[in-house]
């Protein structure tokens, strides 16, 4: 039986199709790397992982980390029967996960959920940690628990009344400052902070922020709600970031999960830009979140 301090798990996806395009839970991993970093000793399960060696069949994958999940077919949901699609838990099967959770002795749960529309995933884990560990606390953040509170609410008071848990709202540094006033580290404090991707079987890419929220207030998305301040992190740092997975474990892939990636270019992405140039770092950089194409000029663009 393996101690730990808290167990992160992220969930599966429930859903017609989904695929891997640079997708990682970025908060859930910066967690984890902070906790390591304050001493707490945590095991991370991903639900999602096409690494793991005892699936049934090795999802395909693509160029630059991208690839499919494996997927086992579900019954549709009441909602969805109308919908002429075969319906897909992506992850891994039920009994691999059980058996992972049954080697472990943890003081409590964190679980987050990306899409709002994938909380069933979310739903499935709490209800088997209410059923099979009733008295161990779990912690829930990401975008789905924010911005769908009511929904969450509704859900875990309605049907785990007995439920000891907690909602993730404030930053990862006042959240650990607030954990360690219940728990105390067991371990010793790892050597750096950087998201735990190297808890991963596997690292086919690194997910990069090089600021947080976005300067703009388009009354279509929620990043307002998510981030109410545009903050950009010091380019020095970003760039010793991607040097540290580039040469300590090979990383060439990189996605930018930046809501405002292109402002303040010159002060900032450039100078990251140039900064992996002069270090010669060979890697590669993706946007999945996307770009303001009104920032694309010549220099941008070259």
């Not at 002069?278 to 993706?286: D, E, I, M, P």
């Amino acid at each position: 039986m393996k101690e730990i301090d808290f167990l992160l798990i992220n969930p599966w996806i429930y859903d017609f199709s989904a695929h891997d395009f640079w997708l990682k839970p970025y908060g859930l991993l910066k967690l984890a790397g902070k906790l390591r970093k304050a001493g707490y000793k945590i095991h991370y399960i991903d639900l999602l992982d096409p690494f793991h060696p005892d699936l049934p069949k090795s999802p395909k994958r693509k160029l630059f980390g991208t690839g499919h999940f494996y997927k086992e077919a579900i019954p549709k949901p009441d909602f969805f029967r109308d919908v002429p699609r075969r319906f897909f838990r992506y992850g891994l099967p039920f009994s691999i996960f059980l058996r992972e959770v049954s080697g472990l002795r943890f003081k409590g749960v964190m679980l987050t959920c990306t899409m709002t529309y994938w909380y069933p995933g979310l739903f499935t884990l709490i209800d088997f940690f209410a059923k099979y560990f009733p008295k161990k606390p779990l912690y829930i953040g990401g975008i789905y628990a924010k911005l769908c509170l009511k929904h969450l609410e509704n859900f875990i008071e309605t049907n785990y009344p007995w439920l000891r848990w907690d909602i993730v709202r404030e930053d990862i540094d006042t959240f650990i400052s607030k954990l360690k006033e219940t728990y105390e580290p067991s371990g010793k404090p790892f050597s750096h902070s950087y998201p735990a991707f190297d808890l991963q079987r596997h690292i086919p890419y690194v997910v990069i922020l090089t600021s947080q929220g976005c300067p703009f207030s388009c009354p279509y998305c929620a990043s307002k709600k998510l981030y109410p301040y545009f903050i950009q992190h010091e380019p020095e740092e970003i760039i010793e970031e991607i040097s540290f997975w580039h040469q300590r474990f090979g990383v060439l892939d990189f996605a930018f999960y930046d809501d405002a990636l292109l402002v303040n270019f010159e002060k900032h992405l450039a100078v990251i830009l140039e900064g992996v140039l002069k270090r010669g770092l060979r890697v590669r950089f993706h946007t999945p979140n996307a770009l303001h194409a009104r920032f694309i000029d010549l220099e941008v663009a070259s």
